[in-house]
């Protein structure tokens, strides 16, 4: 059994920076990809930046250059960190964990942190 809990949401004003924590309990193998995804009420659940077990990174086009994803494989523990937030960065943010086993992927999610940019 898996466990995603998510930190570090909040509100802050444009421009600002909020750092997103995930910390995965459970059974881990080691092919994984962690990351994190973003949805707004009306509109699908969409990729924000994701890390792979290897080393990879990717990043949407909207955040790259103001966001980092970055691990910490011995605590299975994910961060994002968020500069030069702007208010369209405003959604509910889930934290996703994929771990390859048994020839098949199995996948989990946080139960979501709420970011809000305004002023």
């Known amino acids: 059994q898996v466990q995603l809990v998510e930190s570090g949401g909040g509100l802050v004003q444009p421009g600002g920076s909020l750092r997103l924590s995930c910390a995965a309990s459970?059974?881990?193998?080691?092919?994984?990809?962690m990351g994190w995804y973003r949805q707004v009420p009306g509109k699908e659940r969409e990729l924000v930046a994701t890390?792979?077990?290897?080393?990879?990174?990717n990043y949407a086009d909207s955040v790259k250059g103001r966001f980092t994803i970055s691990r910490d494989n011995a605590k299975n523990t994910v961060y994002l960190q968020m500069n030069s937030l702007k208010p369209e960065d405003t959604a509910v943010y889930y934290c996703?964990?994929?771990?390859?086993?048994?020839?098949?992927?199995?996948?989990?999610w946080g139960q979501g942190t709420q970011v809000t940019v305004s002023s």
């Open positions: 996703h964990l994929g771990i390859y086993g048994g020839s098949r992927w199995y996948d989990y």
């Open positions: 890390s792979g077990s290897g080393g990879s990174t």
């Open positions: 459970g059974s881990i193998f080691s092919i994984n990809v």
